[in-house]
């Protein structure tokens, strides 16, 4: 993949990510990498599993990264609420 698809698909799988978990997004940059290190988690969860991703080509990519990036923010959201100030 070149680094405009990785872009691309870190950007559309932050934001929806973000939307889903119930926040405003992190920015520009910030969804942008919760995104790709989203793709990252996500596809270790698929390997784990031993599944693959249902669609094919680039829809294939951002849904394992959406997926992926849905993890992260929950596991970020759960440490934050755990801060005590």
């Known amino acids: ?3 405009l698809t990785w872009l691309l698909v870190g950007l559309v799988a ?3 990510a973000s939307m889903i978990m119930g926040g405003t997004g992190y920015g520009l940059i910030g969804d ?3 995104g790709i290190v989203g793709a990252f988690v996500g596809g270790w969860i698929f390997s784990a599993l031993g599944i693959a991703s249902p669609l094919g080509g680039i829809a294939g990519t951002i849904l394992v990264a959406f997926i992926g990036a849905v993890v ?3 596991i970020i959201h759960l ?3 755990r801060r005590v100030y």
Do not use: A, D, S, W
Request: proline share 0%.
């Open 79 to 81: 440490f934050r609420r």
């Open 32 to 34: 942008i990498i919760i």
């Open 1 to 3: 993949m070149t680094l």
């Open 14 to 16: 932050g934001v929806l």
């Open 72 to 74: 992260l923010l929950f």
